[in-house]
């Protein structure tokens, strides 16, 4: 075998067989051109990544923005929808809606019934506080919640659920009207009250505030010489048709006019109020002249019995 | 014998001394607290006070609502809570509004303190108790009494 090869006769490559092995030569030893990345190219893409995750993360995991369930009926058609806090919600002639205070941290708490030609707007939707407000219009509040949870401001005054249902009404001028079904309303304004239980109305006046309220079926002469009083300057004249025209029941209006009337005037309307219900015990008629507040609170829970 | 009898009579003078008087106020939910210490009132129908029971910490109350609805007598459990002043509870319906709507009802409240008894009928209406016609009782409210007040509130419906 050895002698066969040694015999083969020797054969001269082609030239194309050299140039192609010192081409690919030269390729395999050519350096790389490098490539140079910066230092802060790095760190804007670590960035830059870390913002999309952040974002991402917080878009995950952070709270729904507090907003109630809305339903908005507008002749036959119903749509379902949401408001948000510094959203309004407006009905026309022909529309109404039902909002449902619920929230995550305080559940469904009642509900509100919009009429036709109102606007509102929701305030709030903490914890502590849910807060509406009425600009025009009519609203019917039902709620079940702990007292001061729940808020309607109006152009006169912010009524306070105490646990209670209750129509709330604000025309274009801001003259508002509240009347109580069920529990009681606190109605403030610029430090001054009115307790308004099932059964009784205020009317509200926008610069003056809530007026006295009263029980809707006291006379009609009380409840205009009321209005005198409250938003008129109706002055004596009025406290007296009021002092005249009052029932047992109408402690509620006097107790709350003691303090309302001028001092002159404050021992008649004491008087009246004796004259009804007898002065319960540890009520001092000094410091209740004297409009001292924890002798009137006492005062007000007793008359409270007969309203 | 009459020793032991007037011995008696003195240990039992301070119990009786204590309820003497001891009676029912009626009184709509507001009258539970005007201020923040009631936690709720939506649903109270009155409000109850104890007079004149110094044992407070031992007095009792409780009560049912009875009722006609189309034609037949019912009952029904009452919730009755504690408010935030001593001796004084609110009242409110347990049965639901529809039933309540469709016949009269009157609740029968009563209440020891003591040996002491008392009771009270207390109609029902749409917008709360009826204050005109309700009952204060020295004792607690017989049946016949209950359907007495069922009846005229019946036929002041009609």
Same mark, same amino acid.
Request: aromatic share 4%; no cysteine.
């Given at each position: 075998m050895k002698d066969e090869l040694r015999d083969l006769p020797l054969v001269k490559a082609p030239d194309s067989i050299w140039t192609s092995i010192e081409a690919s030569l030269d390729t395999s030893i050519k350096p790389q051109p490098r490539t140079w990345r910066p230092a802060w190219a790095w760190a804007i893409a670590a960035v830059a990544v870390a913002v999309l995750g952040a974002a991402a993360w917080y878009s995950l995991t952070r709270p729904p923005k507090p907003a109630w369930d809305v339903v908005r009926v507008d002749g036959k058609l119903t749509e379902h929808g949401k408001i948000q806090v510094g959203e309004w919600l407006q009905t026309d002639s022909s529309s109404h809606a039902?909002? !449902?205070?619920?929230? $995550? *941290?305080?559940g469904d708490i009642g509900t509100i019934d919009v009429a036709p030609n109102t606007r509102v707007r929701m305030v709030a939707s903490r914890p502590g506080e849910q807060r509406l407000r009425l600009a025009r219009g009519e609203i019917s509040a039902s709620v079940s919640a702990p007292p001061r949870l729940f808020f309607v401001d109006t152009p006169a005054s912010t009524a306070v659920d105490l646990g209670c249902a209750y129509t709330m009404k604000a025309d274009e001028d801001g003259n508002g009207l509240l009347r109580v079904t069920l529990g009681w309303v606190s109605l403030e304004w610029a430090g001054r009250e009115a307790l308004v239980p099932a059964g009784a109305s205020c009317r509200t006046h926008p610069k003056i505030g809530p007026g006295t309220p009263y029980f809707d079926d006291a006379s009609q002469a009380l409840q205009d010489a009321l209005g005198e009083f409250d938003f008129s *300057?109706? =002055?004596e004249s009025a406290v007296d048709t009021v002092l005249a025209? &009052?029932? @047992?029941?109408? !402690? /509620? !209006? /006097?107790w709350h006019l003691l303090s309302r009337v001028e001092p002159a005037g404050r021992?008649?309307?004491?008087?009246?109020?004796?004259? /009804?219900? $007898?002065? $319960?015990? =540890?009520v001092s008629a000094d410091r209740a002249l004297q409009l001292d507040p924890e002798t009137l609170k006492l005062w007000r829970e007793e008359l409270a019995w007969k309203w | 014998m009459e020793m032991v009898k007037l011995l008696l009579a003195c240990a039992l003078l301070p119990a009786a001394a204590s309820a003497a008087g001891f009676s029912l106020t009626i009184g709509p939910p507001v009258a539970a607290g005007t201020g923040t210490k009631v936690t709720k009132s939506r649903g109270a129908s009155f409000a109850v006070r104890l007079e004149e029971c110094e044992a407070l910490d031992t007095a009792q109350i409780g009560g049912t609502a009875e009722g006609i609805v189309d034609g037949e007598r019912r009952s029904a459990a009452l919730m009755i809570a504690a408010a935030g002043s001593p001796g004084v509870y609110v009242v409110s319906q347990a049965w639901d509004q529809a039933t309540q709507n469709r016949g009269v009802w009157v609740v029968s409240v009563n209440a020891t303190c003591g040996k002491a008894t008392a009771g009270a009928i207390v109609p029902? &209406? &749409?917008? =709360?108790? @009826?204050?005109d016609a309700t009952k204060v009782l020295p004792r607690p409210a017989t049946k016949a009494e209950v359907d007495s007040a069922l009846k005229a509130l019946d036929a002041a419906t009609r």
């Open positions: 039902r909002i !449902t205070l619920n929230n $995550p *941290s305080v *300057s109706g =002055g025209e &009052a029932r @047992v029941r109408d !402690t /509620l !209006t /006097l021992l008649r309307v004491y008087n009246r109020i004796v004259d /009804l219900v $007898p002065l $319960p015990k =540890g | 029902m &209406a &749409a917008q =709360g108790f @009826v204050r």
